[in-house]
């Protein structure tokens, strides 16, 4: 494992993407064959991940994210709540550590691979993390440079969908992010509208007494967007 893992680490800046594509679906592979036994390489390869996040390609970070979750759905799944926590913690740092650097798909990239976590990660260990990847996910969204949005809301759908079983978990989330997401209803990008009035609607499906206090601010929004194509249910 460590000599293949060791090949795939090697850069060749004449690498063609389909190729870069292909070594990084190896190591789903891996993580499919070996399950358990590749976490003692577990570093190594969330850094290898990270490196090809890195470059900026945008060929890269769908086949990356991919891998991410085969690597989390049969490598963890083995692990004590605590193990599991500690590997999640160690994975999440490394991609939110790319949006230091301002390099627009490599912040895509690594939205894509932490919202690929988020969602293959059993739930329990999950749930122990999630205060503080909700915040880092928050803090993150609010920088000036940061150029993954969708990416980002993503990952907080995500979160929001894991904790629809712990309704107290979900309201006190709900709170400190209904602000971020109520800003981006109207941002520029579509896509991006889209899926945070998605968002608001995950919300008042499941707990609909946190929207109260935002009531009318999210009326207005509401009425504004009311021709807008991706207003798809009522302010009601």
Known sequence: MALVIGCLSESNEH????????????????AE???????????????????????????????SA?????????????????????CLRSALKTFFAIFSKNVKQ?????AMCISKIIQTSLVEPLTEIIDQVMLKLLEVMKWSTCSAHLQLLEAILSLILAMEDNIEK????????????VDNMTNPDWNVRKIAIEIIYTIAILSPDVLSTHRADLVELLNQLRFDKVNFFSSG
């Open 15 to 30: 690498q063609k993407s389909s190729t870069k594509k292909e070594l990084i679906k190896v190591l789903a592979v891996m």
């Open 33 to 63: 064959v070996f399950e358990d036994k590749l976490l003692e390489l577990f570093p190594k390869v969330i850094q290898l991940i990270a490196k090809r996040i890195k470059e900026g390609d945008p060929q890269l970070n769908t086949p």
């Open 66 to 86: 991919e891998t991410m979750g085969a690597i989390v759905s049969y490598c963890l799944k083995g692990l004590s709540v605590d193990e599991y926590c500690n």
């Open 106 to 110: 490599a912040q895509i990239g690594a």
């Open 170 to 181: 979900l309201r006190q989330n709900a709170k400190i992010l209904l602000p971020v997401v």
